[in-house]
């Protein structure tokens, strides 16, 4: 479990990265920041493994407060997926996968192994171990980045915008990857992302933030689609239009589901067991 | 053409190459000036310009200086220090000046070396849970060898070039006969000794091309996609490496 307290970040030009922002983040279970571009939800999210100090409040992981620990070993327990994947180009994938094992002092043969292990578990070929992260696409290279994120075994996992720089097809891809490896793993995953769609798709808890980190509605997707805090909230999520907006059509055959433009988008099987 | 003929004859001629004052203690003197200088510039210059692109602080004092270590004319500190430190300091007098003559491109690779690494990578580094100094011995120094070694071998080219005018003060170095041929109008002893200086610089800029080559840590010598900075400055850097060889062949030409 991650709390985060009354946490506020200030620049020291003025600007106010996040102010006074307080949630507990369920662990096991995906919390996923969603907003658009310099709402302060990456900051919230690097907060979290001390790459960005808090200018107040308190953030607590297990209870205990984070900034007592110091930051390396904090974030050696922390597994962190970036978007571009942030691979050392000069590290082949598996010394890439095994960077963190290695700090930890394991030796060679054995974080060779845990690395050839997780590309298993991430879906790449153990015949590009030994390959440069610049001759694999970006969709490789993004497993490669999650396969290292998960290499120290550790109970978060930090998403930042992971699948941001990848074409939809992989991305979509990625994404049920991500759902499967979640029920196998069974990790605290905190995940940034501007896509709400992506957000509803992954999230068990979805934040939604405007500028300074502002939450404007914390709940399950369910909850959100169903009762949007407001009108920003509804028109940010879309409920006014495309495939959230259904209405039903009576047809010759039974009843179906029609989105904003028209287009039938399924059956309506069951009259009203959904409340 | 005569006159290159006659300097290639000077050249070979068995004479040049006998006795303590022939051409290949010279050649020595020239080259263990150049080799003592660049090392002593680069225990200074690389640290700090390490330093500069580490931590970000300090690039502005670093080109300001810099910028003022280029514009000194050699020549005219080579005698200012030898005036001040006395005669019986010459060999430090000359080894200062071609210490600050190194410096500024042992600063700018070292630095820029740095600055061409792709932020994201640090920080993915970083977040990782490396310590400051495994990002530095890990992450920066590996990936910021190559513009490093363009800046030694920028380096090198500019004190080989330089290191003739230590045998006006009497320090020897391939400059003795270039300033002995004008006192006796012996312009084929002259010609010969730029000669040597240039064939010294190009054989020197090969063998650093190799290395800069070799600098370029596996996966990152192919397609860079991911590092448009990097592509961009490290042609920067070959431009400013290739100066010195221009900047030989006008003294050569003036020498001539």
């Known amino acids: ?275 | 053409m005569d006159l290159i003929n006659k300097a290639i004859q000077w050249l070979l001629a068995p004479a040049q190459w006998e006795g303590s004052g022939g051409l290949q203690t010279l050649l020595g003197q020239h080259l263990l000036f150049t080799v003592v200088t660049v090392a002593i510039a680069g225990l200074i210059a690389i640290p700090a310009g390490w330093a500069i692109g580490h931590t970000g602080k300090g690039r502005e004092i670093a080109v300001g200086a810099a910028g003022i270590a280029r514009a000194v004319p050699s020549f005219g500190l080579l005698i200012l220090l030898v005036l001040i430190f006395g005669v019986l300091h010459k060999p430090e007098a000359a080894v200062l000046t071609f210490v600050l003559l190194a410096i500024p491109s042992l600063l700018a690779g070292a630095y820029t070396g740095f600055e061409a690494i792709d932020r994201k990578t640090i920080d993915a580094a970083r977040a990782m849970g490396m310590t400051e100094w495994q990002i530095l011995f890990k992450v920066e120094i590996p990936l910021g060898l190559p513009l490093l070694v363009g800046g030694i071998r920028s380096a090198v080219l500019q004190v080989v070039a330089t290191v003739t005018i230590a045998a006006y003060v009497n320090l020897g170095g391939l400059g003795l006969p270039i300033i002995t041929g004008l006192n006796l109008r012996r312009f084929d002893m002259v010609l010969g000794g730029a000669l040597m200086v240039a064939v010294l610089a190009l054989l020197l800029d090969v063998i650093f091309a190799l290395a800069q080559k070799l600098a370029v840590p596996a996966g990152v010598g192919g397609v860079k996609k991911k590092m448009p900075g990097k592509v961009a400055l490290a042609n920067e850097a070959d431009k400013d490496t290739n100066k010195s060889p221009g900047y030989l062949k006008s003294n050569e030409k003036e020498m001539s």
Do not use: W
């Open chain 1, 1 to 275: 479990m991650i709390e985060f307290e009354n946490v506020s970040k200030h620049y020291v030009d003025g600007t106010m990265a996040v102010e006074n922002f307080s949630l507990t983040i369920p662990a096991r279970k995906t919390t996923v920041f969603v907003g658009s571009s310099g709402c302060g939800k990456t900051t919230l999210l690097r907060m979290i493994n001390r790459m960005v100090d808090p200018s107040s409040g308190s953030i607590r992981i297990d209870e205990q407060e984070i900034s007592t620990k110091p930051a390396v070993a904090l974030r050696r327990s922390i597994g962190y997926v970036m978007q571009n994947s942030g691979l050392l180009p000069h590290f082949t994938v598996a010394e890439n996968i095994a960077t963190v094992p290695r700090l930890e002092g394991q030796s060679r043969k054995s974080s060779r192994v845990r690395a050839l292990e997780l590309m298993e578990t991430v879906g790449l070929p153990a015949s590009m171990a030994d390959r440069y992260p610049h001759q694999l696409s970006g969709g490789q290279q993004q497993r490669v980045g999650v396969a290292r994120g998960l290499a120290s075994d550790p109970n978060i996992l930090l998403m930042d915008e992971p699948f941001g720089a990848v074409d939809p097809i992989v991305r979509a891809e990625l994404q049920q990857e991500l759902i499967r490896l979640q029920q196998e793993l069974d990790k605290t995953i905190v995940f940034v992302t501007h896509d709400i769609d992506e957000a509803f798709l992954l999230g068990d808890q979805v934040v939604i933030l405007a500028a300074g980190a502002q939450k404007l509605q914390v709940g399950s997707p369910s909850e959100i689609i169903e009762d949007p805090a407001n009108d920003f909230v509804a028109s940010f999520i879309g409920t006014d239009r495309g495939a959230r907006a259904l209405s039903v059509k009576h047809t010759p055959h039974g009843r179906v589901l029609v989105d904003s433009q028209g287009r039938t988008q399924g059956r309506l099987i069951e009259d009203g067991s959904s409340s």
